[in-house]
């Protein structure tokens, strides 16, 4: 497992004498805790006194304590007047093609895409890659079917995602030989970070933290 984050985080407890709680470190579906001043390491599932590890990704950590889940993002502190973080939205109006086009940044790099549910993976053609700076080379290989037949591929991990200020990082994508697709697709792999709604042709992402 590679360490996604270092953190320091705190978390109120819903009743008087529960330890109190940060977050120190990120792994991939595990975190190392500071319950009640004492360090633990916990994998998703795992306990300890009281505290329950739910969930674990590259940015965020989701604990459970006193029947209560709080999902904690990297730099977000939490103080003893807790409230639920407001969440941060981006609306994107559907186009003239009945398509959802935005901007995005990826790899810090800002660039066209298309919102797209259907794709299980974010997915851009090789110019895009090299233009962003991605070795696509290095990646898995693997195969995709195009209105051209049967094109090499490759699954990659891009750094960062961002749009409007919804950042996902470590973000799995294909990158696929030639000019398909012609714009960028953002797909699954960072839409399932977020929740969406579409309302009279606009289209809004929001995440709480």
Same mark, same amino acid.
């Given at each position: 497992?590679?360490?996604?984050?270092?953190?320091?985080?705190?978390?109120?407890m819903a009743r008087a004498g529960s330890p109190?709680?940060?977050?120190?470190?990120?792994?991939?579906?595990?975190?190392?805790?500071?319950?009640?001043?004492?360090?633990?390491?916990?994998?998703?599932?795992?306990?300890?006194?009281?505290?329950?590890?739910?969930?674990?990704?590259?940015?965020?950590?989701?604990?459970?304590?006193?029947?209560?889940? =709080?999902? !904690? %993002?990297?730099?977000?502190?939490? @103080?003893?007047?807790?409230?639920?973080?407001? /969440?941060? *939205? #981006?609306?994107?109006?559907?186009?003239?093609?009945?398509?959802?086009?935005?901007?995005?940044?990826?790899?810090?790099?800002?660039?066209?895409?298309?919102?797209?549910?259907?794709?299980?993976?974010?997915?851009?053609?090789?110019?895009?890659?090299?233009?962003?700076?991605?070795?696509?080379?290095?990646?898995?290989?693997?195969r995709v079917e195009t209105a051209s037949g049967?094109?090499?591929?490759?699954? =990659?991990? !891009? %750094?960062?995602?961002?749009?409007? @200020?919804?950042?996902?990082?470590?973000?799995? /994508?294909? *990158? #696929?030989?030639?000019?398909?697709?012609?714009?960028?697709?953002?797909?699954?792999?960072?839409?399932?970070?977020?929740?969406?709604?579409?309302?009279?042709?606009?289209?809004?992402?929001?995440?709480?933290?």
């Amino acid at each position: 497992m590679a360490l996604a984050a270092c953190l320091s985080l705190a978390l109120p407890m819903a009743r008087a004498g529960s330890p109190s709680i940060e977050v120190e470190a990120l792994f991939t579906n595990a975190a190392v805790l500071q319950i009640g001043g004492e360090r633990k390491m916990l994998k998703v599932g795992q306990s300890f006194r009281g505290v329950t590890l739910v969930a674990a990704h590259s940015g965020t950590a989701t604990v459970e304590v006193d029947g209560r889940q =709080v999902e !904690l %993002g990297i730099s977000q502190r939490i @103080g003893a007047n807790y409230q639920q973080p407001e /969440a941060k *939205v #981006v609306t994107i109006q559907r186009d003239a093609r009945l398509q959802y086009q935005t901007t995005a940044r990826i790899n810090g790099r800002g660039v066209q895409v298309l919102v797209d549910t259907g794709a299980n993976v974010v997915a851009m053609n090789s110019a895009h890659a090299s233009a962003l700076g991605v070795d696509f080379s290095a990646g898995t290989p693997s195969r995709v079917e195009t209105a051209s037949g049967l094109v090499n591929a490759w699954i =990659v991990t !891009l %750094g960062s995602i961002d749009v409007g @200020g919804i950042r996902v990082d470590n973000v799995r /994508a294909s *990158v #696929v030989e030639g000019d398909f697709p012609a714009t960028i697709l953002l797909g699954m792999t960072y839409l399932q970070h977020v929740e969406i709604k579409e309302n009279n042709g606009v289209l809004s992402l929001s995440r709480a933290w």
